[in-house]
């Protein structure tokens, strides 16, 4: 018995666990700095104040109590907390207790020997971990566990993020809605003036058609813009989940700067973002279970022991008790290749999630930079827009006046209000540009996350495939 086991041992040396290689190129060179101008940061945004509006704050507030996506990934923590539980059961003794009771009934001759039999018995089982095999599971299992705490953050502040943006997308377009409304209203008091110098003799049918077709225009785009609201009002019910509009009193952005965070240095996202924290917790456990496939192919050493007691009546159970120890030893010998496929499996899988990571940093720094070039070139382009609107409003106001004393064409006066009202709603578009590029920046920057004091984090710098 002991040649043969030590046979076993010797044929399982073989595939002995060995930890894999660690490679320094696991995660990709980052740059010192942010090819892009950075603005200064003009407050903390942290948890769910995106913008630093009370009204917003509120309506992110009620996101997370009443979205099913978030509480759906609530659900996926507890599930993997669960796992992670069971995983590490497996390392202590397993105890089942058991009794039992039966009437045994035999016919002997002419007479019938009929007894009662009552028993009772304790079984023991433990797995020796003598690989690691069970231990690499259940830090697979608790890596997975905070893979689904790091995901639960990552849905936060994409569901934080959405209703900001659902949100400039409502008032927004409420604004936009403004300024069409403005202009119709514009436009219909120069067709009465059309109309009453058409009705002088001083205006042609073709100019009071322009005027009017100008008019038809403005309406269209007016119920344009309110089919936007009510989309945007839609959209914000939908990622509050529930099913009516929510009350939104705000008609007009605000003009304040956004509270982003301070975009640090490209380094800083590898603690900051909760979707690159997910990335290194699934690599981590893909690790393990590199590990516990590799283990998977040695022996395995279970020791058992057993109490059973039995007798004819209660006060007779426990006279005579019967126990026994044992030891066992399990070598996998031929499975047709199974247990080598399950460590090739793992070991692709690793290499896959490798790949994710480091495709997950570079996402992030591309997220930062289009954020920052977004901010950058809104602000630019709003600047310059400010310009564009109060020249076109002098020149329609020059028109309208210099068209009431016949000194312009009609031809005119029409140019004039379709470059004024283009302006203001391209200015009122820009300003909602700025916001959503400061919102998209909030999002890239990791929305001031911080991983969870209970989730196990542990950084991973180098992860490689074996």
């Not at 009443?66 to 599930?79: E, K, T, W």
């Not at 403005?218 to 989309?231: D, H, I, P, W």
């Not at 700067?257 to 981590?284: K, N, Y």
């Not at 020059?398 to 209000?417: F, P």
Request: one cysteine or more; aromatic letters at 4%.
């Amino acid at each position: 018995m002991s040649c043969l086991a030590a046979g076993v041992l010797l044929l399982g040396g073989c595939a002995a666990v060995q930890p894999p290689p660690e490679d320094a190129a696991a995660a990709p060179a980052l740059p010192v700095h942010w090819a892009s101008p950075v603005p200064p940061a003009q407050g903390v945004a942290t948890g769910v104040s995106a913008l630093g509006v009370a009204e917003l704050d509120a309506l992110i507030h009620a996101a997370h109590a009443q979205s099913p996506d978030l509480a759906a990934a609530i659900a996926r923590v507890q599930q993997a907390d669960a796992v992670a539980r069971s995983a590490g059961a497996s390392l202590l003794p397993a105890v089942t207790g058991t009794l039992d009771a039966r009437r045994q009934a035999r016919a002997g001759g002419q007479a019938e020997v009929a007894g009662n039999q009552i028993g009772a018995g304790l079984a023991a089982s433990y797995e020796l971990d003598a690989w690691g095999r069970l231990g690499a599971e259940r830090t697979s299992a608790q890596a997975l566990r905070t893979a689904s705490v790091h995901d639960r953050g990552a849905v936060q502040i994409t569901l934080t993020a959405a209703v900001a943006q659902a949100w400039l997308q409502l008032v927004g377009g409420r604004e936009r809605l403004a300024i069409a409304e403005l202009n119709l209203h514009g436009a219909e008091r120069v067709l009465a003036v059309v109309e009453s110098r058409a009705r002088a003799g001083a205006a042609t049918q073709l100019e009071l058609a322009q005027q009017r077709g100008l008019v038809a225009t403005q309406r269209q785009v007016l119920e344009a813009r309110r089919q936007q609201v009510s989309g945007a009002h839609t959209v914000l019910a939908a990622l509050l989940g529930q099913a009516q509009w929510p009350v939104v009193q705000a008609s007009a952005l605000p003009t304040t700067q956004a509270l982003a965070p301070a975009a640090g240095s490209p380094a800083d996202l590898l603690v900051r973002r909760p979707d690159i924290a997910r990335a290194e917790a699934r690599l981590q456990a893909a690790h393990a279970d590199v590990a516990a496939a590799r283990a998977a192919l040695l022996p395995r050493i279970s020791l058992s022991a057993s109490l059973g007691t039995g007798g004819s009546n209660l006060p007779r159970v426990f006279d005579n008790p019967l126990y026994s120890l044992a030891a066992a030893l399990a070598a996998p010998i031929f499975n047709g290749g199974r247990l080598a496929a399950d460590r090739d499996a793992a070991q692709a899988r690793q290499a896959e999630l490798l790949a994710q990571y480091r495709a997950s940093i570079v996402a992030a720094v591309s997220d930062v930079e289009q954020a920052l070039q977004a901010v950058a070139g809104t602000q630019a382009q709003r600047m310059a827009q400010a310009q564009v609107v109060q020249q076109a409003q002098q020149a329609a106001t020059l028109a309208q006046s210099r068209y009431r004393a016949g000194a312009e064409t009609l031809l005119t006066l029409v140019d004039a209000q379709r470059t004024l009202y283009a302006a203001q709603d391209m200015a009122a578009q820009l300003h909602q540009a700025e916001w959503q590029a400061q919102v998209a920046l909030y999002r890239a920057l990791g929305g001031g996350w911080q991983p969870d004091a209970d989730a196990g984090v542990r950084r991973v710098a180098v992860m490689a495939q074996p």
